[in-house]
C-alpha cells in the first residue's frame, strides 16, 4: 500500500473516531428519550431501551408553553439572522468591490470580533440595555444577535459577491446603474445561495444561543426554548429525566436537519468565490 494511501487511511479513522466522539452523547440522549420512567433508573446497564416509546415526545409536544418556547426561539433567532445579514451585505459589498485603504484590515477585524465571546461583554450589555430601557424585550435579543451574527455573515457574503463577474457591474455602470441600483438589481439576485447560506448559518448560531437570552429576558413567557431547557433541568428529577432528554431533542433537531437538508448549497456558497471564472 503506497504511503498516500496509508494517509487516506489515518484521515479517515481520524474521522471516523472524531464522528463518534461527537455521536455517542447524542445517541445516549436518544436512548433516554426513548424510555419509560422505570428504565431510567437502570442507568448505563441498558443503553438500548427494552420498550422505546415516543410517549415522551407526545407529552412535550402537548405542552403549549414549550411549544411558545420554540416558537421565541424560532422568532429570535429568525429575527436575529435576518438583521446580521442586512447589515452584512453593504459592508461586504463595500470590502469586495471597493479599494479602500485598510480593507484587509477590516476583514481581520471583523474575524477578531467574531472570536470573542459573549460571556466578555455580558455585563456592560445588561447594564447598556438597562440604561436604554430595553431589558425583557425581544428587541435587545434580536439587536444582539444580529451583531454578533454580522462578522460571519460579511465572509459569507463577501466571497459570494467576489465570485460574481465584475464586468457585469461595469456594463451597469456605463449604463448609468448608480452603486445601490447595481448592488440591489444584479449582485443581489445573483447571490441569492451566498444569502440564503449567511442566513441560515447565523439562525443557527442564533438558535444555540443561551447567555444573551439569559441575561436580558427575565419573563418566562419570553423565553426560547435553550433557556427553558436549562431552567427545567435544574427542578428536573430521576422520574422526569426522560422527558428532559426529548426536550434536549427536540431542541436540537431544527439544527441538524437544516445542515443535512442543505449542506449542498451552503458548501457551494462556501466555496464559490473559491473557483471564480
Known amino acids: 500500500m503506497s504511503a498516500a494511501r496509508w494517509g487516506d487511511v489515518a484521515t479517515y479513522a481520524a474521522l471516523i473516531v472524531l464522528a463518534a466522539f461527537f455521536a455517542l452523547p447524542f445517541a445516549w440522549l436518544i436512548s433516554l428519550a426513548l424510555r419509560t420512567p422505570s428504565e431510567i433508573y437502570l442507568g448505563a446497564a441498558r443503553f438500548i431501551p427494552e420498550a422505546p416509546t415516543l410517549a415522551n415526545f407526545k407529552t412535550i409536544m402537548s405542552d403549549p408553553a414549550f411549544l411558545i418556547y ?15 445579514v442586512a447589515l452584512a451585505i453593504p459592508a461586504a459589498y ?104 449567511a442566513f441560515i448559518l447565523t439562525m443557527v448560531m442564533n438558535w444555540s444561543q443561551f447567555l444573551i437570552p439569559f441575561i436580558l429576558l427575565e419573563r418566562d413567557a419570553d423565553w426560547p426554548i435553550s433557556v427553558a431547557i436549562f431552567n427545567f433541568a435544574g427542578s428536573v428529577s430521576a422520574s422526569t429525566t426522560q422527558l428532559l432528554a426529548a426536550a434536549c431533542l427536540v431542541a436540537v433537531m431544527p439544527a ?18 473559491a473557483v471564480k471564472g
Do not use: H
Open 70 to 84: 420554540l416558537w421565541n426561539g424560532l422568532k429570535l433567532s429568525a429575527l436575529g439572522g435576518g438583521l446580521a
Open 94 to 197: 463595500a470590502c469586495s468591490r471597493l479599494p479602500f485603504r485598510g480593507r484587509g484590515g477590516v476583514m481581520l477585524g471583523l474575524l477578531v470580533v467574531q472570536m470573542i465571546s459573549p460571556l466578555v461583554i455580558l455585563l456592560p450589555l445588561y447594564r447598556w440595555m438597562d440604561a436604554l430601557g430595553l431589558l425583557n424585550r425581544d428587541l435587545s435579543v434580536i439587536a444582539v444577535y444580529g451583531a454578533l451574527g454580522m462578522p460571519l455573515a460579511v465572509w459569507l457574503l463577501k466571497v459570494a459577491f467576489d465570485a460574481i463577474p465584475v464586468e457585469l457591474e461595469e456594463v451597469a455602470q456605463i449604463d448609468g446603474a448608480s452603486r445601490a441600483t447595481i448592488l440591489l438589481r444584479i449582485v443581489l439576485p445573483l447571490s441569492r445561495p451566498g444569502i440564503a447560506s
Open 256 to 273: 441538524v436537519v437544516v445542515f443535512v437538508v442543505l449542506q449542498r448549497m451552503i458548501v457551494s456558497a462556501l466555496i464559490a468565490g
